[in-house]
T-cell receptor, first 115, second 113 residues
Framework: DSGVTQTPKHLITATGQRVTLRCSPR?????VYWYQQSLDQGLQFLIQ???????AKGNILERFSAQQFPDLHSELNLSSLELGDSALYFC??????????????FGSGTRLTVV | SQQGEEDPQALSIQEGENATMNCSYK?????LQWYRQNSGRGLVHLIL?????REKHSGRLRVTLDTSKKSSSLLITASRAADTASYFC?????????????FGTGTRLTIIP
């Protein structure tokens, strides 16, 4: 157990639907990062939050949004889902805002299947 | 887009042999990190090497960094079946303030018992 909790582990939904993925960072970590992993695109950075504020944005679609709450857990909202959104979604956390300086702790991921 | 490219894409070796995988990247970096991913699981941080370091060891892992060639290598000595996994390099760009890591495409390592 890495200390980063992601729920649900698996999600199957239909095209056009909306889902919410949840992440609780490791105790003491203030930053949360969301990544998408697919076979053809590899690991793509989506977005980072630090202590409730958006810190960095990557290749996140307009149909996707995220937030970090006062208790530091984060949610990634995916809407108007398409078949191509099927992927593993990972959350990672780090102590400070500069997680790249020391490394990330990853959760076990949410496997999203859009049918 | 990917910052790093791993080479080879896949590697199969006998248990007990050494495994070497390489990573090339494009921009200036603050550090380079290696992660392991078992099939369908989360990534696990293995080792971090800073841009002013040339070599680092951790147990059976040895990492080298050549900033002039923008490349790194990961050596796993005396491989074990449990080392079977995908290995990713990740870079913290020098001009991005270390906020995020950019991951390479990964090397799938298979250890044959």
């Amino acid at each position: 157990d890495s200390g980063v909790t992601q729920t649900p582990k698996h999600l199957i939904t239909a095209t056009g639907q909306r889902v919410t993925l949840r992440c609780s960072p490791r105790s003491g970590d203030l930053s949360v990062y969301w990544y998408q992993q697919s076979l053809d695109q590899g690991l793509q950075f989506l977005i980072q939050y630090y202590n409730g504020e958006e810190r960095a944005k990557g290749n996140i679609l307009e149909r996707f949004s995220a937030q970090q709450f006062p208790d530091l857990h984060s949610e990634l909202n995916l809407s108007s889902l398409e078949l191509g959104d099927s992927a593993l979604y990972f959350c990672a956390s780090s102590v400070g805002g500069t997680g790249g300086a020391y490394g990330y702790t990853f959760g076990s991921g949410t496997r999203l299947t859009v049918v | 887009s990917q910052q790093g490219e791993e080479d080879p894409q896949a590697l199969s070796i006998q248990e007990g042999e050494n495994a070497t995988m390489n990573c090339s990247y494009k921009t200036s970096i603050n550090n380079l990190q290696w992660y392991r991913q078992n099939s369908g699981r989360g990534l696990v941080h293995l080792i971090l090497i800073r841009s002013n370091e040339r070599e680092k060891h951790s147990g059976r892992l040895r990492v080298t960094l050549d900033t002039s060639k923008k490349s790194s290598s990961l050596l796993i000595t005396a491989s074990r079946a449990a080392d079977t996994a995908s290995y990713f390099c990740a870079t913290a760009a020098a001009n991005f303030g270390n906020e995020k890591l950019t991951f390479g495409t990964g090397t799938r390592l298979t250890i044959i018992p």
